[in-house]
C-alpha cells in the first residue's frame, strides 16, 4: 500500500529506527514547549492540551513512535485536518496522513511495537 504523506520542514525532519508505542483514536493534543516558543499562539495547549475535533493537529487517529530506549521521540504517524499539507515538508517533524488513510487503513494494520524506519532525503 501506498499513502500520501506531509512530512517535517526543513530543520524539522526526522530520521532514525523508531516503534509504534501506542495508538490513540481522537487524541488530545499537546505542543512541545519548543513549539510553543515558535508559535506563541499555541502555548495554552502545552499543559492542558487540545481537546479531540476536527481542528486538532493530530487528526483522528495517532501512533506514537518511541525510540530503541523506551523513550518517546515526540514524533507522530497521525491523521490531520490540514489536507493541503499532504504532498508537502509543511510539519514540525510529524508524519502527516490523511485522515481516512489513517483510520481506515494504515492503523488497523500497523502492530503495536511496529517498527518505523525514517530516512532523510535531498532534493536535488
Not at 6 to 17: D, E, L, N, S
Not at 100 to 123: A, I
Request: net charge positive; aromatic share 10%; glycine share 12%.
Amino acid at each position: 500500500m501506498r499513502y500520501g504523506i506531509g512530512v517535517g520542514k526543513q530543520g524539522f525532519a526526522w530520521a532514525g529506527t523508531a516503534y509504534v508505542a501506542w495508538k490513540q483514536e481522537w487524541p488530545n493534543w499537546h505542543p512541545p514547549k519548543e513549539m510553543a516558543v515558535r508559535r506563541p499562539d499555541l502555548a495554552k495547549y502545552v499543559e492542558d492540551g487540545m481537546g479531540p475535533g476536527l481542528t486538532n493537529p493530530l487528526g483522528a487517529r495517532a501512533m506514537y513512535l518511541f525510540n530503541e530506549d523506551g523513550k518517546d521521540t515526540l514524533f507522530r504517524l497521525h491523521g490531520t485536518p490540514e489536507w493541503a499539507s499532504i504532498g508537502t515538508a509543511a510539519s514540525s517533524g510529524c508524519i502527516r496522513l490523511m485522515n481516512r488513510g489513517c483510520h481506515r487503513s494504515l492503523r488497523p494494520r500497523s502492530s503495536r511495537q511496529g517498527h518505523v524506519q525514517g530516512r532523510r532525503h535531498s532534493v536535488s
